[in-house]
């Protein structure tokens, strides 16, 4: 038997679009929707999605980062057979390798980068190509730097036999101070005052202070949540949305504060969002 139409009250329907016409930018993400993960591109309100990169059936592309002015885009990718840190511009145009490694995040003046290399964490400078590791080196399998708003701190994780954690260290390395090492702790993002991270437990997403106080979740239904990113203006948080950890993966909204989540997305799966 044909199950009937459920629809939407009106009142809601009309409150739901609201919100969705005050959302403003531009997401970037990663997405297999053309079969090899690629990197897209959808408007905050869920409209004009457009791929951005292409390739062949060897490589892949994943975790996009908009530059500061939104000019530009870093990406991983393994093109040349190798993983890199790839710089293009915001609508695809000009890619280019700037290093081996991957994950890499931009300074806020967009003059440095942080990245990931060797489980490691270094930072560059874009102009002279100089490079440091800035995380110990009994500080095995890092990864997700994060760069604040600041540019004073980088959050990380990092990963042992007992578990996860998320760190803080100078850009110029240092001894890191431990945020939080519960519950799979890991993929830190700031929020834009830099008065807030965000970062994934083993299934959902959480806020804390960068002192390691006010720990709260924000996602505590089923699935699983992945890479919590704050919109521009902080008050939601972009994250991807599994029925396991296999996906597949859609992107959903939800208020920083907490509360009902929006789907973003659909069709294959869609993770590694940032939000300009």
């Given amino acids: 038997m044909r199950k009937p139409t459920v629809l939407m009250p009106p009142v ?10 005050e959302r403003k930018g531009q997401i970037v993400f990663s997405s297999n929707r053309s079969e090899q993960w690629r990197i897209w591109a959808i408007n905050a309100d869920g409209s004009r999605m457009k791929q951005l990169t292409k390739g062949t059936a060897d490589d892949n592309d994943v975790d996009p980062v908009f530059s ?27 890619p280019e390798r700037i290093c081996d490694g991957d994950q890499a ?12 290399r060797s489980e490691r964490i270094f930072a560059r400078d874009l102009a002279s190509g100089a490079e440091k590791a800035i995380t110990p080196e009994d500080f095995t399998h890092c990864s997700g730097p994060a760069w ?10 990092c990963r042992w036999e007992a578990g996860n ?8 390395g240092g001894k890191p101070t431990k945020v939080y090492d519960k519950e799979g702790a890991c993929e830190p993002h ?19 202070q960068p002192d390691g106080t006010k720990n709260r979740l ?22 991807c949305q599994g029925a ?15 509360g009902n989540p929006e789907k973003l997305t659909e069709d294959g799966s869609d993770m590694y969002p940032d939000w300009k």
């Fill in 218 to 239: 924000v996602t505590y239904f089923g699935g699983v949540q992945r890479y919590g990113r704050f919109s521009p203006d902080g008050k939601q948080i972009i994250f």
């Fill in 12 to 21: 809601l329907l009309l409150a739901v679009l609201a919100l969705a016409g």
């Fill in 190 to 208: 700031w929020s834009p005052d830099g008065s807030l991270l965000v970062y994934e437990t083993e299934t959902h997403i959480a806020t804390i």
């Fill in 68 to 94: 500061p002015n939104g000019k530009s885009i870093l990406f991983t990718s393994t093109r040349d057979g190798k993983a890199g840190v790839w710089r293009m511009a915001a609508d695809g145009a000009k």
């Fill in 105 to 116: 995040e931009w300074s806020p003046d967009g003059a440095k980068i942080a990245f990931r």
């Fill in 148 to 157: 604040s708003p600041n540019g004073k701190t980088i959050a990380f994780a």
């Fill in 165 to 172: 954690g998320v760190f803080l260290v100078p850009p110029e």
């Fill in 244 to 258: 396991s950890e296999r996906g597949p993966w859609e992107l959903y909204l939800i208020p920083a504060a907490g």
